[in-house]
């Protein structure tokens, strides 16, 4: 079903991409396109339908008002749950139940105690499940000592969607280890600018393989009816987000303005919800951005006319962190026009007292409807009934509650071991340095060799991966030291020195460096990608001493690398492959008896610049001529020799 879905689209997708690409200065002119309609594999049960219906009849005004607000964990306590009968908690990035390294018994007891809250005094009030959502974008992230995944656009190069729900699977059971039942995941964001901070959340510039990876992700982190492993006691509830277009704002800026026209919005960045919503997806997340002028937490069209109607999604809509205050008119303590757009639960972290008071004096005075927040609350209650809360009971009694040693247990990890393997794209492998014999003197040099923060990225124990050491990751293998288990194991000799230094001089030097972790905003380039960095001079000085050079790229985009790429005998892309660095040397490094151990297999899932102005550029464009094209990669097999590149 989803197959020939995504089929018929990226048909459609390659005949009208240079269309698609080029700015609508005028779209209210354009004519109005007609959204296929998804065909969820979760339909809708007259018995939860019913139950709904039921709870919904005894449900008082402030309880229904509850339900559809979600403050952060930071700034509410268990009483006031009870008191103001709040339906839903976040963990924001980097937001913990105690200390940063508490461990699953410390969040299993704080889900525990919300729980508790929501469903007190039962015969006075509703006693309706709260639902605690996280950020587990790449592995349960915000958790010390978890299995990281190498971000989206990793997991894109490795064009593997059976590894992705592999994934999905893997990140679900960790997420309910700690209690929670809700992920802010996947983002199915395509990505149509590098400089946007945001880029390595996308699997791929094209939306056919982000449909495709996306919906993996979704069956994996929720499970399938069909497998009958829907929402089971490791299975969390997934979430498509953002909806709608963020990947394609103008100049890549974060929360910028989307200038398409509506066939163009289908097509780029509509699809990849579409097949989510296929897989099952039970909620989505409203974008930050705009398109063509009106915030997406208040633009009805989509929200409501589109995605609801249209599209004919059945679950809720959950706004972004403060996401409606940017709507017109509009501020983090009210707004009547997200509630009235769409958005069916509101992400108020702070000010979520004030937002509750003002939400309910609006539905009494009739500007948000009791219609519109019966609709709203109706579809929350429906999520949670589906995902089985009512039944599940307390956190604490969760089949994987509390049993630390799943966190980053060794199948775990030789999951994402296989994603990193997969994920690597070799662009460059002049004379075939690649691979190495095992028996080598190897130096190991660049800023990134040893550091696991930067092999992170953002979204890794904080917001933006920063602020963190190698110590926050117990159990994690960094590059180097994957590569002197591999080298050391079999005979050779291993020497760190991130400036290129060495005492003996190497077989071959591998200098790992790329970019300092980022998150959202503060990810973005105004201007040129072309990358700066002080290894340059570590690899040209290794080159001049008549060393082979092979460079890996810690990146969450394509970047302008010329001079380090012709500064290098070999050059690999290994994107923020996460906590498990041996998968670079199961690839790089020859086994014992001298055959190859694993071959190169990822392949570009966006274009790679010739250029360092050259942005937006995107498979299918007009004027496409990329330094390396999208589905470029290198393996063992290939005789590639790269001409020096200008400079």
Known sequence: MIKSLLFVLAGLFFCNLSLASDPIVDPVSAPKVVWPKANSVIKKD??????VATLLAAMTL??????????????????????????SVLSAGGSYPAKRDSGSISWVGAATKFYNASVKNPKSRAAIPIIWGVDAVHGHNNVVGATIFPHNIGLGATRNPGLIRSVGEVTAREVSVTGLSWTFAPTVAVARDQRWGRTYESYSEDPVLVSELGAAMVVGLQGLPARNDLFGPDKVIATAKHFLGDGG???????????????????????SFLAALDAGAQTVMASFNSWNGVKSHGNQYLLTDVLKDQMGFDGFVIGDWDGHEQVPGCSKQSCPQAINAGVDMIMVPKAWRAF?????????????????????????????????????????EGKFAGRQQIIGHPKHRAVAQQAVRESLVLLKNNNSVLPIAANSKVLIAGQAADDLVMQSGGWTVTWQGDQTTNSDFPGATSIYQGLANGVETNGGSVEKNKAGSYKQKPDVAIVVFGEPPYAEGAGDIAKTIDFQSADLAVMQKLKADGIPVVSVFITGRPLWVNPQINSSDAFVVAWLPGSEGQGLADVLLKTADGTTNFDFTGKLSFSWPKFKDQVP?????????????????????SNTQLELLAE
């Open 356 to 396: 509750y008071a003002n939400t309910l004096r609006q539905v009494k005075k009739g500007e948000i409807s009791q219609e519109r927040l019966d609709d709203a609350v109706t579809r929350i209650l429906r999520v949670k009934l589906r995902a089985g809360l009512f039944e599940k009971g307390k956190p604490s």
């Open 617 to 637: 550029h995107n498979i299918g464009d007009k004027d496409y001529q990329p330094l390396f094209p999208y589905g470029y990669g290198l393996d063992y097999q």
């Open 249 to 271: 704002t103008n100049r890549g800026v974060d929360q910028g303005d989307t200038l398409v026209d509506e066939k163009a919005l289908l097509l780029l960045h509509g699809q």
């Open 62 to 87: 402030k309880e229904k008002v509850g339900q559809i607000i979600q403050p952060e964990i930071k700034n509410i306590s268990p009483a006031e749950v009870t008191k103001y009968h709040i339906g």
């Open 46 to 51: 007259p018995a939860i339908e019913a139950r």
